[in-house]
């Protein structure tokens, strides 16, 4: 066991102004629980549903094609076309980059699963390649040497809303002529080295699930630079089916199946929704920077927590904050710093189980651990806290002091 020469001593203080966890029976810091992220809906938001519920068209109408253009413009991209789901977003942007059995795309394994199996939808090969130790995403390092004739894309994914290392990765892809599908479910609004995120990559793919900084419901949305991709998408989303206008005017029914495609299609309810939503995106990603410099002070002073890092060169979108327990300055483990924190009715979660650790990656690939150790330590120490922009002062102050509590009580 570790001595105790490396406490510094502020820990000390704190425990001695710790109540009983709740953990063993004492009261909650709060008394109901705060969830990690939430959605927020206004009046505005409401109102623009229920006026596509008073319309013609409930689907395959104008709101889809209205919030495609505000994303787009949002990010700075070209073109962008919306999906049923961040996950049908990914898996058309595989179909779309061309990736069939024999290619090979390489991922983090730091994600969440849909990353991964978008490619496998595909019939393609998955590579893991491991994580940067600081911001968490893709190590471009790892992923050259990951690169075989066989290498067709690269995915980053811009973990908690911090853009992966993408100019060094666009070097990779040019020069190995790959193309770069970049996982932005987490970073809506997010900026790497002065350009927006949604603009960099070949594709940039979104979520507007309720714990995304923009909701529609269920959703998602790829965003372009290329008429030709974004043409790919747009069939992909509805069966592979072209409607070519030329043909159809002298024959109305007429229609072709070209692509072998999915019903990936989003409703007008949503877009409604995620156009009235997309308004208040700077006023939601400056709530959660404010949350973050609040953690940050916070957190300083506890030797066992550390915090997310945000390089200079970057603004991340802050989907998520990540901290991880650093076991050296404690009694005990990530697990039982979870379970207390849960106790004190904070809905602290883990993102993520590597990807290649899941069952069925285990059992259809042969992974045992121990492949990817930068993301397997790190998984081991992380907790997310919650951040979401309807947050309340009592709110932030809440994890604070749950955070400072349970810290405090497991202190070496
Ligand atoms: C949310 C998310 C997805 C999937 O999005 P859905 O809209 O839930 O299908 C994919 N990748 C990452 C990193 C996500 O956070």
Not at 15 to 30: D, H, I, M, N, Q
Request: proline share 4%; charged share 20%.
């Amino acid at each position: 066991m570790a001595n105790h020469y490396h406490n510094s001593g502020k820990t000390d203080r704190l425990r001695s102004e710790t109540s009983e966890l709740a953990l063993y029976g004492g009261k909650p810091v709060r008394e109901r629980l705060l969830p990690y992220g939430r959605h927020s809906v206004t009046p505005e938001d409401i109102q623009a549903v229920v006026d596509v519920l008073q319309g013609d068209w409930l689907t395959t109408g104008p709101r889809i094609a209205e919030f495609e253009e505000t994303v787009a413009e949002c990010v700075g991209a070209r073109y962008a076309v919306a999906f049923s789901s961040g996950t049908a977003a990914l898996h058309a942007a595989v179909f779309a980059a061309d990736l069939g059995p024999g290619d090979e795309a390489i991922t983090s394994p730091l994600t969440f699963a849909a990353t991964a199996n978008c490619v496998l939808y595909q019939g393609a090969t998955l590579v893991f390649a491991d994580i940067e130790g600081d911001t968490l995403t893709l190590d471009p390092d790892q992923v050259n040497a990951c690169l075989t004739q066989k290498t067709r894309a690269i995915l980053p994914v811009d973990y908690a809303g911090h853009p992966a290392e993408l100019d060094a990765l666009l070097e990779l892809a040019e020069r190995h002529g790959l193309i770069v599908i970049e996982d932005a479910c987490h970073a809506l609004g997010a900026i790497y080295k002065g350009r927006r995120v949604g603009s960099i990559s070949h594709m940039t793919a979104y979520s507007f699930h309720p714990v995304k900084h923009i909701t529609t419901g269920e959703g998602g949305m790829i965003t372009t630079n290329n008429a030709h991709l974004a043409e790919r998408l747009r069939r992909f989303r509805t069966h592979g089916i072209d409607y070519t206008p030329s043909e159809r005017a002298n024959s109305p029914w007429y229609y072709q199946m070209i692509d072998l495609g999915f019903n990936y299609r989003i409703t007008d309810i949503g877009c409604a929704l995620g156009t009235s939503q997309l308004q208040r995106l700077s006023t939601n990603l400056a709530c959660r920077r404010e949350i973050v410099r609040r953690y940050n002070d916070a957190f300083t002073n506890l030797d066992a927590v550390i915090a997310p890092t945000e390089r200079a060169d970057v603004e991340s979108a802050w989907h998520i904050y990540p901290i991880q327990v650093d076991a050296y300055y404690l009694t005990t483990d990530r697990a039982e710093i979870f379970r207390a924190l849960r106790a004190e009715n904070i809905g602290v979660n883990v993102h993520y189980i590597p990807v290649h650790l899941h069952p069925y990656y285990q059992k259809r690939f042969g992974y045992r651990g121990g492949e990817y150790p930068v993301a397997e330590k790190i998984y081991e120490q992380l907790i997310t806290l919650p951040i979401f922009s309807g947050m309340s002062e009592q709110d932030v102050e809440d994890v604070i002091k749950a955070v400072n509590k349970v810290m405090g009580y497991y202190a070496y």
